[in-house]
């Protein structure tokens, strides 16, 4: 085969394998993200379908009960707006009041019900701006 | 007060040290550059000559393959060499 | 010393400009600018140096006039984490950018002081420009030296969480990582601009790559291990959106130092290299930018971070700029030559790249996708583990195996009857392996790792076989052992045999990740004194719970017992309530469990699995205790200093406070003990992790491979003195008969 004709053919493979690979991670990107709500989002969703909550934890508002522990999430920049959470399962390190933290669960009778283990704190490299004010 | 008399000395000990060359007389000086680049290019020329030899003796290249790669890698390096020579011929002259 | 530091500072934004304009001028050859910038970027060095210093001294003299210090520092913090706060801080960790850069320009300038005249003017300049924007924004927008007056009597104290041995040196390996890929990055815009497109500036440049790619490589590996032994969760790799600001420019960049390679030997791929780098570099500025914005947990952060725009508009900038050169310069960047064969190295080694590119490109939208899915539904979405997982695992295995076949096979072509030579050892260990492990583990119920492990031994074997032959390829010429003749060859070859080892490394520690991710037993139980359970065949016993209270935090912990088969040890989980650095009066008790709790994971590693546990007290009745305390306390408090205030005595307000905190010490002692009397049932969180000892080996390799590489041939210079080669070269005359001269 000629080689000018031969350098097209792989230069279209390589492109092809990229468009799908692209054509993949926008698909499936769109379709696995789980929506991502702050609380006062959540105040009218829907019974039963599952979100990630995200926001943060109420100063003072965290209580252990057993295994279970039991807190309010507020919107990032509206403190007023919260939602009662109850959570079961690993507690990262570095969870706690004031923190930003992302769950994975769903509303029932106005309070958030999180999914065991699916609690994460956001990643401590972030703490120097917090640590100031 | 501490600050500006700090600034001012640091000041003074970093412009004495960079300005040393500006008062330089206008020259070229030292090596020429273009040895210190085909030098280096030997040395790459010459890696390469190792690495197919090693390739070879590994069994991963063909007796026919290495003769005609190595052929041609020493051809560069001859090359390589002549221009160094050239240059060096230049400079001396 | 604060002024010190200051005028220090803002004379190396004044040097830094300088330095830039100066090698500007110089760049038609008036060599007296030239080595006047030069000097200038050692100046620069040597004033952040006093910078630096300056800000350790007063971290090392708990001098909290330092609004730095005071921040990130106290009286109470170890030494050796005073002397490693600097970079826990947004100042701090910018002017270790800048330091890091002034060290890395001035080390390239030195070495090229009398070569590359046409590049390093421009070099220069494009090195000082990132420099000088960094230091710019440690002046005017987050200055390390921020006085407090008055200055306070305790600083706030470092992050317990950071307070782990591999925090020491995480941010520094990687700020350095990011930093050095800035000296091939200015070379190639160099190169770009001179139109001096061969492979000059991938020479001098190659081992600040490799130095880059080794720092970022450590501090990857020092992320994943303080999350390991730190987090309380167990894993090294959470696909957090920091931790992927970090794997990205490693991956571009490992795709960039493989297919420079092709450049040097071949001539091609120009236009692909300067692509590459460009791209490593501005992930390299992204992680800064994601790690010191926070715009990914917020748009909201971004805002209030006083770096986040300018870091935002140096990475457009050096994405258009670069663009726009590259373009203009197509021309230029023609190959030379052209792949002969797709099957030969240059061209396994673009399927590596494209590889590697690939996974870079999955994590970047991953990690970007919560501002592309605000941007185009309003909602902010996030990814999870699975989703990147569900990419990531067969892209790596995939470059497993292609790690294997490229050192297979020669440059340019190969002939079927060489490669089926090559390939049969390494094709039958995959095979028994696969077939091995299926048997004697059942690895086949999770078939991803079992492809895992099969290319791995594919890898492995060729990485041997292809050291093995090369030995006995020289002892045929040379004679001795096989050993010593192995070791001469990877001595004479550094950059191929650092390699090999580097790939070892890394399929080994993909091995570990396999292992440990595909087949680990995680278990949550709960447990009372005296408990015990059986999680994959270890038992375990929950023997005591034990308590320590210091002037920093109260520690609940516990002793188990853990048995297997003759195997039996004890560990001691733990988990730490740090307290906060200001009580609300109403609290001044209960408020010690509000601050940060840390865990220390009773951890028990091993050459086939590790066992791993933390501890979740439950603390709910020791809290009800202290929310009784508090009250009594206040009562108590308020009686006294009422006390004091109608007394004569001018000291009795002193001394009252000195009692109160006395008391106020005592009762948190005694009720963290009524733990020890009455002790809730704890979680333990238990996780049984095989062959995971085999990451951090594997990494060790692999860095040992890079030191390897990294490391100067001793015999180079020695051999362009005697020029042996040359006269062998002229002794050829059958296979040089053009060369005329005698």
Redesign the interface.
Known sequence: MDPQRKRKIRLVVALGAAVLLAGALVYTSFSAATEAKEPSQLLNAAPGKSYDLTGKVVDGSVRHQGETIRFRVADRDNPSASIPVTYTGTVPDPFRAGREIVLTGSVRKGTFIGQRDTLITKCPSKFTEQHQS | MTEVLLGALLFVLVAAFVLVPLRRERSQGGEDPRIAELESRKEAKYREIRDTELDHAAGKLDDEDFRRQDAELRRDAVAILNQLDEVKGEDAG | MI??G???L??ALL?AI?AGIAALIGRN?????V??SR??V??LCA?LT?CVLVIEAAFLRNDFSFQLVA??SSTTTPFYYRLTSMW???AGSLLLWAWVLSIASSAVLFATR????ELVPYATAVLMGVGGFFVALAVFASNPFEQLSPAPLEG?GL?P??RHPAMLMHPPMLYSGYVFFTVPFAFAIAALITRRLD??WI?ITRRFALIAWTFLSIGIVLGASWSYS????GGYW?W????NASLMPWLMGTAFLHSIMVQ??RGMLKVWNVTLIVGTFSLALLGTFL?RS?VL??I??FG??TVGAPILVLIAVVLIGSTALIVSRLDDLRSEK?IDS?FSRESIFLVNN?LLV?LC??IF??TM??LI?ELF?G??????A??FD??TTPLAILLVLFTGIGP????????W??AR??FVAPAAAALAVGVGTAVLFDTGRRPWALLLFAFSAFALTALAQ?IW??GA??R??SGGSIPGAMLA?AA??R??YGGYVVHAGIAVLLIGVAASSSFQTNR?V?LRPGDSTTVDGYKVDYKRPTVSVDNERIAFGSVLDVSKDSQRFTIHPTRGYFRPPSCPPQRLISCYF??????EVGLRRGLRRDFWTAV?P???PV?RNARGADRKFQLLARGRMRLAAASPNPQAITQQAALLQDVRGLAIRKIANGYLRDT??A?F?VIVNPLVTWMWIGAVVALGGALIAVWPAPG?RR??VTSL??AR??H?PS??P??A?A
């Open positions: 002024e010190l200051r005028a220090a803002v004379l040097t300088y050859g008036d060599r007296r600018w080595d006047s000097r200038a050692y100046a004033l006093v921040d990130h826990s801080s947004q009398n070569r590359l005249r706030a992050n969480l950071l492979a000059s020479r730190e987090l309380g969760w959470a957090d959106p920091v931790e040097e030997k790690v926070g947990q917020s909201h952060a209030a971070s052209r797709l494209f690939a490109a999955v939208w991953g996708f919560p899915s539904t909602d902010k979405a996030s990814l999870a699975p989703w569900r990419y297979l096979l020669a440059w340019r072509r190969v002939t009857e060489s030579r090559v292809e032959r090369g390829a020289r045929a010429l060859v004479r070859n950059r191929r949550e709960n509000d601050g940060e709790s840390t865990s979740q439950s603390i709910g809290l809730p049932p979680v969180h180079a051999r362009r080669q040359a070269l002229s050829q296979r040089a053009w060369r001269r």
